[in-house]
């Protein structure tokens, strides 16, 4: 499975942007797509992920109500709504993929063993 993340960008604070990631490959099954993101300076963390069988998904208290992920299984993508962005969001977005993630490793990195590139995504104030 090979992913790709893209739509990141310039925006101003209080601004929406969507990210996109897209999978080639067999995705069918327990397939997990999360993403992370890294600002400088600081550790890769968490942001949400999503279960493509179930729909099910988890997110981070700190984008709860700002941001939605949802996936588009004809289309093979997973996406990030992100709305009323600030400037704490300014980081490298990554989307990581797993067939056999356990629901207490979702917000572990290390759970997940593809990874597409970084998007940037910066706000401005």
């Known amino acids: 499975v090979q992913l790709q993340a893209f739509g990141g960008g310039l925006v101003q604070a209080g601004d929406s942007r969507r990210l996109s990631c897209s999978a080639s490959?067999?995705?069918?099954?327990?397939?997990?797509v999360a993403w992370f993101r890294q600002a400088p300076g600081k550790e890769r963390e968490f942001v949400a992920a999503?279960?493509?069988?179930?729909?099910?998904?988890y997110y981070t208290d700190s984008i709860k109500g700002r941001f939605t992920i949802s996936g588009d299984n004809a289309k093979n993508t997973v996406y990030l709504q992100m709305n009323s962005l600030e400037a704490g969001d300014t980081a490298v977005y990554y989307c990581?993929?797993?067939?056999?993630?356990?629901?207490?490793?979702?917000?572990?990195?290390?759970?997940?063993?593809?990874w597409g590139q970084g998007t940037q995504v910066t706000v401005s104030s």
């Open positions: 999503i279960r493509l069988n179930s729909g099910t998904t």
């Open positions: 490959g067999r995705t069918s099954g327990r397939f997990t």
């Open positions: 990581a993929g797993s067939f056999t993630l356990i629901t207490s490793s979702t917000r572990t990195s290390s759970a997940y063993s593809f």
